[in-house]
C-alpha cells in the first residue's frame, strides 16, 4: 500500500485488494472443487471397469465350470451305458418308424391282400368305361365300396381302408366327353390314386409292385394238368355254348390228339362239341364255378359268366378283363414253356399253346415208340416161335430112330 496515499485512497485500495482476494479465493475454490468432481469421476469410471472386469470374469468361470461339468457327465454316462431321455425317445421314434415302414410294406406287397380288393370290383364297375381301370385302384389302396348314388346309379365309390377316405369314378360313355376332355379326366383321376388319400396314409406315396399281379403258371406239368382237369370238369356240364375261337386249323388239330389222350379216345373216335368247348374253355383260362351250375369264372381278373340253356356263343378272349394276364400279355409277363424260350414275354393263353403244343409232341413220340417197341416184341415172338417149330420137327425126325434103337435092345 501506497504510505502517500489518502485514507480515501487507502479505504478504495483496501476494498479493491480483497475483492481481488475474494475473487482469488472463490476461483480457488472452483478449481478445488472441479478437481474434486474430476477425481469423484475418474474413480467411477475406474470402479465400474474394475467391476465389469469382475463380472466378466465370474461369467467366464461359470461357463467353464458348466463345460466341464457337461463333459464330465458324458463321460460318466458313456461309461455307465446311460442315455438321456431325449436320445432314448429319438431311438424309441426311429425302432416305431422302423417297424411301422416294415408293416407299410408288407401290406402294399401283399398278394392275397391285392386280389381280395381286386376281387371287390362289380360288374356294375367294369360295365361302364371308367377313366381308371379296377387293377390300377386296387394297386393303390382303393377297394369298391358298392354303395349306390341315386342321382348317378352309375357312379363308383371306392374306399380305403387304411385312412377310411372315398373317391368317386365317373364313367366315361362315349359321346359325353370329347377326346380333349377325356385326357384331362383320365390324368385327374391318375393323380387322385395318391392325392385322395389322406396325409399320413400309406397309400399317399406308394402303391403295389406290378410284379403282384401277372401269370402264375410257371411249368409245363402244371399247365397241362389245369388244362385236362378243367377240360373234364367242364365237361359234365349239360349245356356249354360254342366256343368262339381264332385259333388256326393245325393248333385245333393238336388240341384234339391231346383231347383224345385225355379221354381215353381212339383215333377213330369223333370228339363231341360239348367235349371239344369245354376244353377250349381251359386252354382261355377259365374255370368251372360248380358242377351244379353251368359256367365259368377266372381266378385272375375275377371274370364270372353263367351259361343260360338259349346261350349259343361265348367269347373266351374278351370276356376278361382288358387288364387281365390271360389275354394281356404285358402283364402276364410269362415266359415260354419251352426248353430254349424267346425272350418275348406271352399272354397267358398264348403259353397254354405252347403247352399243348408240347404234350402233343411228346404224346406223337411215345406213340411211336409204343408202336416201336410192339414191333420189337413181335419180332421176338416170332423168332422164338421159328426156334420152337424147328426144335418139333427136329424131335419128330429122331423120334423113330429113337423107338427103332429101343426096339433092337
Same mark, same amino acid.
Given at each position: ?44 469410471? !475406474?470402479?465400474?471397469?474394475? @467391476?465389469?472386469?469382475? *463380472?466378466?470374469? %465370474? #461369467? =467366464?468361470?461359470?461357463? /467353464? +465350470? ?119 379326366? !383320365?390324368?385327374?383321376?391318375? @393323380?387322385?390314386?395318391? *392325392?385322395?388319400? %389322406? #396325409? =399320413?396314409?400309406?397309400? /399317399? +406315396? ?131 414253356? %419251352? ?71
Amino acid at each position: 500500500m501506497d504510505v502517500q496515499s489518502t485514507p480515501e485512497e487507502q479505504t478504495n485500495n483496501a476494498v479493491i485488494i480483497t475483492d481481488n482476494n475474494d475473487a482469488t479465493i472463490d476461483e480457488q475454490k472452483d478449481r478445488v472443487e472441479e478437481n474434486t468432481q474430476n477425481e469423484s469421476s475418474t474413480e467411477t469410471v !475406474e470402479n465400474q471397469s474394475v @467391476e465389469s472386469e469382475t *463380472n466378466e470374469s %465370474k #461369467e =467366464d468361470i461359470l461357463e /467353464r +465350470k458348466l463345460k466341464e461339468l457337461q463333459s464330465l457327465l458324458k463321460h460318466v454316462r458313456k461309461k455307465q451305458g446311460i442315455f438321456p431321455s431325449s436320445f432314448r425317445k429319438r431311438k424309441a421314434e426311429k425302432e416305431i418308424q422302423a417297424k411301422r415302414t416294415k408293416l407299410d410294406i408288407s401290406l402294399i406287397n401283399d398278394k392275397e391282400k391285392l386280389m381280395h380288393r381286386l376281387k371287390s370290383y362289380s360288374y356294375l364297375y367294369h360295365h361302364k368305361p371308367r377313366p381308371l381301370s379296377a387293377l390300377e385302384c386296387a394297386q393303390h389302396g382303393w377297394v369298391n365300396s358298392h354303395k349306390i348314388v341315386d342321382k348317378d346309379p352309375f357312379l363308383a365309390i371306392l374306399h380305403c381302408v387304411e385312412c377310411a377316405s372315398d373317391m368317386y369314378v365317373i364313367d366315361i360313355e362315349p359321346g359325353r366327353y370329347d377326346n380333349t376332355q377325356v385326357g384331362n379326366i !383320365e390324368k385327374k383321376y391318375k @393323380e387322385g390314386l395318391f *392325392n385322395w388319400h %389322406k #396325409e =399320413d396314409c400309406v397309400w /399317399r +406315396k406308394e402303391c403295389s409292385s406290378d410284379d403282384l399281379y401277372s401269370f402264375p403258371l410257371i411249368t409245363l406239368s402244371e399247365g397241362v394238368n389245369r388244362f385236362k382237369h378243367e377240360g373234364k370238369t367242364i365237361s359234365t356240364y349239360q349245356h356249354i355254348p360254342h366256343v368262339s375261337n381264332e385259333l388256326e386249323h393245325a393248333t385245333l388239330r393238336k388240341i384234339q390228339y391231346v383231347i383224345r389222350d385225355a379221354e381215353g379216345l381212339s383215333d377213330e373216335d369223333d370228339i363231341k362239341d360239348d367235349i371239344m368247348n369245354a376244353y377250349l374253355l381251359a386252354l382261355f383260362g377259365w374255370q368251372h364255378i360248380n358242377p351244379q351250375m353251368p359256367g365259368v369264372q377266372c381266378s385272375l381278373c375275377f371274370a364270372r359268366s353263367q351259361f343260360p340253356i338259349d346261350q349259343q356263343t361265348f367269347d373266351a378272349f374278351n370276356e376278361h378283363r382288358m387288364y387281365c394276364p390271360w389275354r394281356n400279355s404285358q402283364i402276364a409277363r410269362a415266359l415260354s414253356p %419251352k426248353k430254349h424260350y424267346e425272350t418275348k414275354t406271352l399272354s397267358g393263353i398264348e403259353w397254354m399253346i405252347q403247352v399243348v403244343h408240347i404234350e402233343y409232341g411228346l404224346l406223337v413220340r411215345r406213340h411211336h415208340l409204343g408202336f416201336h417197341n410192339q414191333h420189337i416184341k413181335d419180332e421176338v415172338y416170332k423168332k422164338i416161335k421159328k426156334e420152337i417149330t424147328q426144335s418139333y420137327n427136329l424131335l419128330d425126325e429122331t423120334m423113330p430112330r429113337i423107338k427103332q434103337i429101343e426096339t433092337i435092345e
